[in-house]
């Protein structure tokens, strides 16, 4: 049976990936010139954000679901993941309605205006890169690999003796310096 984090685990990829299509396909079809091929990334873009609100719905779920039962989850993440969601999913709708109202005011035989493709890969750039973010933001919940300045096996403490180690070092080269500066 699925459950509201299973079920938000397995949809919060296709955002991005979506996006990023989306991005993809746009271009071939500024760069090809074809309508069609912009009209189906406009299509592509409608169903990203059609898939995007069972993931942010789900979202809230699972954070009931993992807050204080898992050891090897970082709360800290989870409000800062939540937040910038909100961001995602709001950017992504909108840009998802505008799609929505390009594919009818845009239908055949009516062509898709280069201007209005430019704005739409501009829109998509930027939600591409907040769904990115989003998602890096959720991976730092259960991920510590990809939290910043600090790998699983690395403690405080051997940074620390490390750092002390380094520190040892340089105070015995200048003081072998300082012997030899002596001896001259």
Known sequence: ?????H???LLNHIPVIGTAITIFVLLIGIIKKSDDVKKVSILILILTALITIPVYVSGTNAEEM???????????FID???DFALYSFIAMDIAGAVA????????KPRV???????IMLLILCIVFGMMAYTANLGGR??????????LPWESASTQNNSGKELKDKQGKAEEEKNDKDDDD
């Open 66 to 76: 993992i807050e204080g039962n898992y050891e090897d989850v970082d709360e800290t």
């Open 100 to 107: 929505l109202l390009a594919m009818f005011l845009f239908r």
């Open 7 to 9: 079920l938000h685990l």
């Open 1 to 5: 049976m699925m459950n509201a984090a």
């Open 112 to 118: 898709l205006p280069d201007s209005f493709a430019y």
């Open 80 to 82: 800062q993941h939540e």
């Open 141 to 150: 919940i259960h991920h510590p690999e990809i939290r910043i300045d600090k």
